[in-house]
């Protein structure tokens, strides 16, 4: 790990301004669909399982064709999705429901978002595959 | 402003999970993701501490929001877990996501507790 080389300070620097775009992306939801403190997160509920969504999607493209940026995965993956979603928040929206006394909620958002994930992930990747494919070899 | 102090974190945030992961995989291999488990913990644990203090409206905006939000992830703990899945690595996905879950709350508890403990020093 030598940040002194140039392709690894400029990977580090596509994944900080990817991961402020995503992050501002996310403020901005947090911000726009606030929820009560015993309520269901839906703001960083639909944050985390758009965010994996688009990375089975980015992930279907950037494995499936022959030539992709070098900085395509650092910075739409690691910064902007990456930055996008958070699990620090899914874990404090967890821990605010519980201490609100709705510990239903908080296990129905903890059990949806982490199964919802990973079905995203897949959705992504098995919407996406076969375009590429196609798309990749004329 | 709010989003000015959100940017900064998020711009410290996101290259430090990038050099955790490959400083993981570097020390450990690819083959279970402990790269995005670390800083999943870690963050949920340093966002619980600064929410139960409670920090500022702008330290929350910068290490809350910008680093916290940034450093920790979803979507690559979502694709790290489906490719362990379809490498046929179905327990180590399992052990990924009842670790992730349980030590991130765990993380974020014990940061609260830190918070309380802090606010009754003199």
Known sequence: MSVADGGTARTVAAVSAGGMLGSLARYGVAEAFPHAPGGFG???FAVNVSGCLLIGVLMAVITGRPRVHPLARPFLGVGVLGGFT???AYALDVQRAFQAGAPGVAVAYLVATVVCAPAAVYAGLRVTRPLVRRGGRP | MTAVLVLLGAAVGAPLRYL?????RSRFGGGFPWGTLGVNVFGSGLLGLLAALPAGPGLMAFAGTGLCGALTTYSTFGYETLR????GARWHALANV???VTAALAAAAAGAAAAHFIAVLP
């Open chain 1, 86 to 88: 958070s699990f620090s």
């Open chain 2, 98 to 100: 009842a670790a992730s």
């Open chain 2, 20 to 24: 955790a992961d490959q400083w993981a």
């Open chain 2, 84 to 87: 362990l899945l379809e490498d």
């Open chain 1, 42 to 44: 839906w703001a960083m």
